[in-house]
């Protein structure tokens, strides 16, 4: 029996989205259109890092999720000035910045977090439902726990004061190292209605910090985005296949050299793939912070020959993203949702695993043999796992292609249970996300 009925009308979906994050962008698409279907008459809108973007992108009204989305404060390089002086003083210095945050910073902080929470407050006004959607929203390793977990709590404690219901929608958890992230976290999922998860491996991870009302696990909410895999003709070895290759910078290791050699080792491979005469091209699904990646790569692979074709796309959108990777023969990606998207298109993939998220879904996908580990990947290994993925291809486009209908089907019966189709109701199809039906 779902906890939500058909008579709400006024839904919010909030997801850390809006920075280029085209897995995010996916995911508020999937869980936007099935909603749409299943309830044509609610009001939905959404919350996010970027709310000018999200509504260019999904046509519906958006809010920022906090206080500084987008909206840098005035005055920064003056501050910053200012601040350099301070630190040239040995002595006066901390005591200058001490005065500075007792005076000044906590408490405009102070008064500009109230603010925009009493605006919040009069925005969820009627709300009925507020549905965290996206993978990886119950995590602290982005800015630590006052980031995330701390925000997620704010606005589920902002919805239940106003009556409303909430919903976390096959969410990725972890990691949560520190006390107040597994406290924010535990307190928010406490006080939802229904909480699934995306993967076995985030559902014990928040068993573990004390979370023990029921939960299930579903795959991820971009195994739902509506749009028509296109029909691949057999293969053939006459001509070599297109490579995608998706580099990510690794910023969370704080670790320049980590980023440098994940480079070299793709420059190399796909030096050494480019003169098998396959085409190449270098993409990603995070736009546009991974531009810079992808250049540094593309120089890295120049350097270690002309291969016979090279191409750098810039990518502004989920279909644009669609088309580039439809002509693709294999994928070589870094990102969680680069994954996702290939299995959905049924393209063979080999992941360098930045986060046990990724080396999680390759091994739900029966892909772990195909899955390599950002620290210690070489050039060699990739070599050597992508001749093997190009000996199992016909296998390995099977297993995608029942795993990722099954995965669908699956969804499918969560999204009707979960937000039960109003009877008698002639909702529209859902947009059918446009990819080629050609190669």
């Not at 050299?257 to 994940?262: D, K, M, S």
């Amino acid at each position: 029996m779902s906890p939500f009925s058909p008579r709400y009308s006024r839904i919010a979906l909030l997801e850390h989205a809006g920075y280029g994050n085209l897995g995010d962008d996916a995911t508020v698409s999937s869980v936007l259109q099935h909603l749409q279907r299943r309830w044509p008459h609610a009001c939905i809108s959404a919350i996010t890092l970027n709310p000018l973007d999200t509504s260019e992108r999904h046509g519906i009204p958006a809010w920022p999720i906090h206080r500084d989305c987008k909206h840098p404060p005035s005055g920064a390089a003056p501050v910053s000035r200012i601040k350099s002086s301070w630190r040239r003083h040995r002595f006066w210095g901390p005591f200058l910045r001490l005065c500075w945050r007792s005076l000044v910073r906590y408490p405009r902080n102070l008064v500009r977090e109230s603010l925009f929470l009493a605006r919040s407050f009069r925005a969820l006004q009627s709300l009925d439902m507020l549905v965290i959607c996206g993978g990886g929203q119950l995590r602290d390793n982005a800015a630590g726990p006052y980031a995330f977990p701390l925000t997620i709590l704010k606005w589920v404690l902002l919805a239940r004061s106003r009556g409303a219901e909430c919903c976390f929608l096959n969410v990725g958890a972890g990691p949560l190292r520190t006390r107040s992230s597994r406290l924010f976290v535990r307190t928010a999922l406490q006080l939802s209605s229904y909480t699934s998860f995306r993967d076995e491996s985030s559902r014990r991870l928040i068993q573990q910090i004390g979370y023990r009302k029921d939960s299930t696990v579903h795959a991820d909410c971009v195994y739902a985005l509506p749009f028509r895999v296109p029909a691949r003709p057999s293969a053939t070895h006459a001509i070599p296949g297109t490579v995608g290759i998706s580099p990510m910078r690794v910023y969370w290791d704080r670790d320049p050299r980590v980023y440098a050699r994940l480079i070299q080792e793709l420059g190399k491979f796909g030096a050494r793939v480019g003169k098998q005469d396959h085409p190449l091209c270098l993409f990603s699904s995070e736009v546009p912070s991974d531009y810079e990646p992808i250049d540094d790569l593309h120089a890295a692979i120049l350097s270690g020959g002309t291969p016979s074709s090279i191409r750098c796309p810039r990518i502004a959108g989920v279909d644009g993203l669609l088309q580039q990777m439809s002509g693709m023969e294999y994928v070589v990606t870094c990102r969680f949702h680069g994954v996702v998207f290939a299995h959905l298109l049924q393209i063979p993939v080999l992941a360098v695993s930045h986060h046990p998220k990724v080396s999680t879904l390759m091994n739900d996908l029966g892909l772990s043999d195909y899955c390599l580990d950002v620290h210690t990947v070489t050039a060699k290994d990739l070599m050597q796992s992508f001749t093997r993925l190009q000996e199992n291809q016909a296998a390995v486009r099977q297993q995608m292609r029942e795993l990722a209908l099954s995965y669908r089907a699956d969804l499918m019966h969560q999204f009707d249970t979960l937000f039960p189709p109003v009877i008698g109701s002639h909702a529209s199809e859902p947009r059918m996300h446009s990819v080629p039906v050609s190669f």
